[in-house]
């Protein structure tokens, strides 16, 4: 976070600007985009209307994966990409994507052979519990599909052992084992990608909480989310890559629209460290008496539970229900009939609208995670090519950004001159591998920095290879613990405020640090974490306010999050039974 890689501008700086392409959404697949198209010189500008990262990007499965279940449905491209996608991830993100063994329990030898050979042939099938048979032929193309740039072993079968035993429930005869991975930092990557798209090409820019109203002729017109101010910039070409949003985009970009439909899944955090320890560092992937394919994994000091995959037509209004909370226990219960599990558990939900191109599919679960890229030609009021990106997975956006970007090099008559497949990213560029040489790389940052091992090991869990630097720039403010969050700092906060395009509270708290999706929220963190934001943002005591409250309100109805007011933790001048009622808890026990 250095001030010759921050490509962060608020809309009034644009105004008058010309790029060679304008990027709409800046989740995965459009900042994927921008740091193709930056690293072949070209100049861009990537926007979104609301936070970087805070649509479908930010909700994820946290798995980097390469969808074992879309075998069944002969989508052996989609696997194969999928897999040397997650390979090389694991590679250019060591920092953050890491291996996970996971682990399929197993009941019967024959299970849902006559529905998957039904599926794989095109057919609609009713769910039945996958077997051995069918389970083992699987991981044998699953391997198979991704041994290129093999990283991480085979898959092996074997009778469940009496720990399995006595966690899953009492039909499971076999456990199959393979591994995929999982990241810890979504939001983080995205913001990463951004910087190192700045450093190959300077004039490349980003903007959020900066919305597109128009486009007419070569003109954008962007209204600041912020202010209110609208400004323009022009443009050679024009990507929508909004995801879910893309035919609600289309509208303002005069391009056409019924391209995607929206399927959200919600997942949960439990607090439950019986689960945790009983998983052992692996994740159980099983399919539930309903057919649906579940997973739960050990995610940082907490457990991960996923998820549901409900129809929905305004994103904008997508959010985890009650019954999604239940439904998820229930299936938790089913599987793991010796644990309790109680709402009390859940400490933070999330929810995900999955950007699916249209399908005239039964269920959800059997349309499919391919993507595509489409061409709107100009028309007669846009005077520039708009090039959409229609579905797709978190997994594979950078093979989807390579396939969009070589569209956009096309309309600008441009060619190619570098390859993204290599390109570290972030802090994993020369990160050191697990083992000695990591544990040499961390006691030097000690030794540098003068800060305790365990702050060292934490940043660099964070910022993988450029944690050297942020330790020495937190360690020359002090780097004072959190009363309320000992392993941040104030100075890494104001750091994370300052440099990467803070804009709200909310943007720190639930985006910029994993503090939220750790369940680690309470109202004296909020509070600490506002007078924090407010010295480095120059916010008023008005706004500062406001922010709290608004933070509040999110991690209520977004996230169940309670947050009883605590004695003295409130913001100043609050009116109490305001307070009262706008952060009042939906979970109850």
Same mark, same amino acid.
């Given at each position: 976070?250095?001030?010759?890689?921050?490509?962060?501008?608020?809309?009034?700086?644009?105004?008058?600007?010309?790029?060679?392409?304008?990027?709409?959404?800046?989740?995965?697949?459009?900042?994927?985009?921008?740091?193709?198209?930056?690293?072949?010189?070209?100049?861009?500008?990537?926007?979104?209307?609301? @936070?970087?990262?805070?649509?479908?990007?930010?909700?994820?499965?946290?798995?980097?994966?390469?969808?074992?279940?879309?075998?069944?449905?002969?989508?052996?491209?989609?696997?194969?990409?999928?897999?040397?996608?997650?390979?090389?991830?694991?590679?250019?993100?060591?920092?953050?994507?890491?291996?996970?063994?996971?682990?399929?329990?197993?009941?019967?030898?024959?299970?849902? $052979?006559?529905?998957?050979?039904?599926?794989?042939?095109?057919?609609?099938?009713?769910?039945?519990?996958?077997?051995?048979?069918?389970?083992?032929?699987?991981?044998?193309?699953?391997?198979?599909?991704?041994?290129?740039?093999?990283?991480?072993?085979?898959?092996?079968?074997?009778?469940?052992?009496?720990?399995?035993?006595?966690?899953?429930? #009492?039909?499971?005869?076999?456990?199959?084992?393979?591994?995929?991975?999982?990241?810890?930092?979504?939001?983080?990557?995205?913001?990463?990608?951004?910087?190192?798209?700045?450093?190959?090409?300077?004039?490349?820019?980003?903007?959020?909480?900066?919305?597109? &109203?128009?486009?007419? /002729?070569? !003109? +954008?017109?962007?209204?600041?989310?912020?202010?209110?101010?609208?400004?323009?910039?022009?443009?050679?070409?024009?990507?929508?890559?909004? /995801?879910?949003?893309?035919?609600?985009?289309?509208?303002?970009?005069?391009?056409?629209?019924?391209?995607? &439909?929206?399927?959200?899944?919600?997942?949960?955090?439990?607090?439950?460290?019986?689960?945790?320890?009983?998983?052992?560092?692996?994740?159980?992937?099983?399919?539930?008496?309903?057919?649906?394919?579940?997973?739960?994994?050990?995610? &940082?000091?907490?457990?991960?539970? /996923?998820?549901?995959?409900?129809?929905?037509?305004?994103?904008?209004?997508?959010?985890?229900?009650?019954?999604?909370?239940?439904?998820?226990? #229930?299936?938790?219960?089913?599987?793991?009939?010796? +644990?309790?599990?109680?709402?009390?558990?859940?400490?933070?939900?999330?929810?995900?609208?999955?950007?699916?191109?249209?399908? @005239?599919?039964?269920?959800?679960?059997?349309?499919?995670?391919?993507?595509?890229?489409?061409?709107?030609?100009?028309?007669?009021?846009?005077?520039?090519?708009?090039?959409?990106?229609?579905?797709?997975?978190?997994?594979?956006?950078?093979?989807?950004?390579?396939?969009?970007?070589?569209?956009?090099?096309?309309?600008?008559?441009?060619?190619?001159?570098?390859?993204?497949?290599?390109?570290?990213?972030?802090?994993?560029?020369?990160?050191?591998?697990?083992?000695?040489?990591?544990?040499?790389?961390?006691?030097?940052?000690?030794?540098?920095?003068?800060?305790?091992?365990?702050?060292?090991?934490? $940043?660099?869990?964070?910022?993988?290879?450029?944690?050297?630097?942020?330790?020495? @720039?937190?360690?020359?403010?002090?780097?004072?613990?959190?009363?309320?969050?000992?392993?941040?700092?104030?100075?890494?906060?104001?750091?994370?405020?300052?440099?990467?395009?803070?804009?709200?509270?909310?943007? +720190?708290?639930?985006?910029?640090?994993?503090?939220?999706?750790?369940?680690?929220?309470?109202?004296?963190?909020?509070?600490?974490?506002? @007078?924090?934001?407010?010295?480095?943002?120059?916010?008023?005591? !008005?706004?500062?306010?406001?922010?709290?409250?608004?933070?509040?309100?999110?991690?209520?109805?977004?996230?169940?999050?309670?947050?009883?007011?605590?004695?003295?933790?409130?913001?100043?001048?609050?009116?109490?039974?305001?307070?009262?009622?706008?952060?009042?808890?939906?979970?109850?026990?």
């Amino acid at each position: 976070m250095t001030a010759n890689t921050l490509p962060y501008v608020r809309p009034a700086l644009l105004a008058g600007r010309h790029f060679s392409t304008v990027i709409v959404g800046a989740g995965i697949n459009g900042v994927g985009v921008f740091r193709d198209l930056s690293l072949q010189g070209v100049d861009c500008l990537v926007v979104d209307k609301g @936070d970087f990262a805070a649509g479908a990007s930010s909700a994820p499965s946290r798995m980097i994966h390469g969808g074992l279940r879309y075998l069944e449905s002969g989508a052996f491209a989609l696997v194969a990409e999928a897999t040397r996608e997650r390979n090389l991830l694991l590679r250019n993100a060591a920092h953050l994507v890491r291996p996970l063994e996971t682990v399929v329990p197993l009941s019967s030898r024959f299970g849902g $052979l006559w529905g998957s050979m039904l599926r794989f042939a095109g057919r609609s099938a009713s769910p039945g519990a996958r077997g051995l048979f069918v389970v083992a032929l699987g991981l044998r193309l699953y391997d198979r599909l991704g041994r290129r740039q093999r990283v991480m072993p085979g898959h092996r079968i074997a009778r469940a052992p009496a720990a399995d035993e006595a966690l899953f429930r #009492d039909s499971v005869r076999w456990t199959a084992t393979y591994f995929d991975a999982w990241i810890s930092h979504p939001e983080w990557l995205i913001l990463e990608l951004m910087a190192d798209a700045h450093a190959d090409q300077p004039a490349s820019l980003a903007a959020n909480y900066c919305k597109v &109203m128009a486009c007419r /002729g070569k !003109t +954008l017109t962007l209204r600041d989310e912020i202010t209110g101010e609208f400004v323009d910039v022009t443009a050679d070409t024009v990507v929508n890559a909004t /995801g879910a949003w893309l035919d609600r985009s289309a509208t303002a970009l005069e391009g056409a629209g019924s391209r995607v &439909m929206g399927t959200k899944g919600s997942h949960l955090i439990l607090d439950h460290p019986a689960l945790r320890t009983a998983l052992d560092g692996r994740m159980a992937y099983f399919e539930t008496s309903d057919g649906r394919v579940c997973i739960v994994y050990p995610f &940082m000091d907490r457990v991960l539970v /996923g998820s549901t995959d409900i129809p929905v037509d305004d994103p904008d209004q997508a959010a985890t229900e009650p019954a999604e909370v239940d439904y998820l226990l #229930d299936v938790l219960r089913e599987v793991f009939p010796r +644990l309790p599990f109680a709402r009390r558990d859940v400490v933070y939900t999330y929810v995900g609208v999955r950007p699916l191109a249209h399908s @005239d599919a039964d269920k959800p679960g059997q349309i499919s995670r391919d993507h595509a890229v489409v061409i709107d030609p100009p028309n007669a009021l846009r005077k520039v090519p708009l090039v959409c990106l229609v579905g797709g997975k978190w997994t594979t956006f950078r093979s989807l950004a390579a396939l969009a970007a070589n569209h956009v090099l096309a309309q600008l008559g441009r060619t190619r001159a570098k390859s993204t497949e290599t390109q570290a990213i972030g802090g994993g560029a020369d990160m050191p591998a697990p083992g000695a040489a990591l544990d040499r790389f961390i006691d030097g940052i000690q030794a540098s920095s003068g800060l305790s091992r365990k702050r060292c090991a934490d $940043l660099t869990g964070r910022y993988g290879s450029r944690a050297s630097k942020q330790a020495m @720039d937190f360690a020359a403010s002090g780097d004072v613990p959190l009363r309320h969050a000992p392993d941040y700092s104030e100075a890494e906060v104001r750091a994370l405020c300052q440099e990467t395009g803070v804009l709200h509270l909310d943007d +720190l708290v639930v985006r910029r640090t994993l503090l939220a999706i750790r369940g680690c929220v309470t109202a004296g963190l909020l509070t600490e974490l506002a @007078d924090l934001a407010a010295s480095a943002l120059d916010w008023t005591a !008005t706004r500062r306010r406001e922010e709290w409250l608004a933070c509040a309100a999110i991690l209520r109805d977004r996230h169940f999050v309670d947050l009883p007011v605590e004695e003295g933790a409130e913001p100043s001048g609050l009116d109490a039974a305001r307070t009262t009622d706008l952060i009042s808890s939906p979970i109850t026990t």
